[in-house]
Nanobody
Framework: QVLLVESGGGLVQAGGSLRLSCAAS????????MGWFRQAPGKEREFVAA????????AYADSVNGRFAIFRDNSKNTVYLQMNSLKAEDTAVYYC????????????????WGQGTQVTVSS
């Protein structure tokens, strides 16, 4: 089955940067829209960013727009989330997801999910 593995999480100070990666296996990666979601303790999983099949189009949650950037390298079957100007409110488990549909913002619109990587931002 499709496997998505996130990496790059860790502890970072507020204002710092972190880059997450998601490696996909057994997935028609170049034909899949990819997304990043996050879930903080006591909160529902929320949309962070998404990128279209070929990387031509991107979408961001208002809370991260201007600070985060999503990009992909189809030759490596990998999608990235560059996080800059991190805030304590960004602390969450970040999940990579894949959809065979165009860019979507809802959890239910993604078919495959990774297990997540923890991002902790300290003030």
């Amino acid at each position: 089955q499709v496997l998505l593995v996130e990496s790059g999480g860790g502890l970072v100070q507020a204002g710092g940067s972190l880059r997450l990666s998601c490696a996909a296996s057994r997935l028609a990666f170049s034909s899949s829209a990819m997304g990043w979601f996050r879930q903080a303790p006591g909160k529902e999983r929320e949309f962070v960013a998404a990128i279209s099949w070929r990387g031509s189009n991107t979408a961001y949650a208002d809370s991260v727009n201007g600070r985060f950037a999503i990009f992909r390298d189809n030759s490596k079957n990998t999608v990235y989330l560059q996080m800059n100007s991190l805030k304590a409110e960004d602390t969450a488990v970040y999940y990579c997801a894949a959809s065979l549909s165009p860019i979507a913002r809802k959890v239910g619109e993604y078919r495959y999910w990774g297990q997540g990587t923890q991002v902790t931002v300290s003030s």
